[in-house]
């Protein structure tokens, strides 16, 4: 299984950036996905997921409303769009799949695998 990151980069502040996830190895119609986000010198943080029993997205409050996670099952891919970027967004960002997580992903921690991670900077 390989989870492959991409779309990063640097944005101006009030800026967009659109995430992909490709996912090598398995279905994702069967997997919860998710996004998570490392800053230098914090902990990794969940941004967003989906679930695959009904497909509902849940967010982090610091992203609601500024960002989308989406899944294209028929592609097995996963993305982030993130609009109204801060500075505070700056982080590694990191995509993620669980086949034990049905039902609820929100702030879950039975993630199966990773993908290596997307660079995102947010600076004037």
């Known amino acids: 299984v390989q989870l492959q990151a991409s779309g990063g980069g640097l944005v101006q502040p009030g800026g967009s950036l659109r995430l992909s996830c490709v996912v090598s190895g398995l279905t994702l119609d069967g997997y919860a996905v998710g996004w998570f986000r490392q800053a230098p010198g914090k902990k990794r943080e969940w941004v967003s997921c989906?679930?695959?029993?009904?497909?509902?997205?849940d967010y982090a409050g610091s992203v609601t409303g500024r960002f989308t996670i989406s899944k294209d099952n028929a592609k097995n891919i996963v993305s982030l769009q993130m609009n109204s970027l801060k500075p505070e967004d700056t982080a590694t960002y990191y995509c993620?799949?669980?086949?034990?997580?049905?039902?609820?992903?929100?702030?879950?921690?039975?993630?199966?695998?990773w993908g290596q991670g997307t660079q995102v900077t947010v600076s004037s």
């Open positions: 993620a799949a669980s086949v034990e997580l049905q039902y609820l992903c929100a702030g879950q921690d039975m993630w199966d695998y």
């Open positions: 989906i679930t695959p029993f009904d497909n509902s997205a």
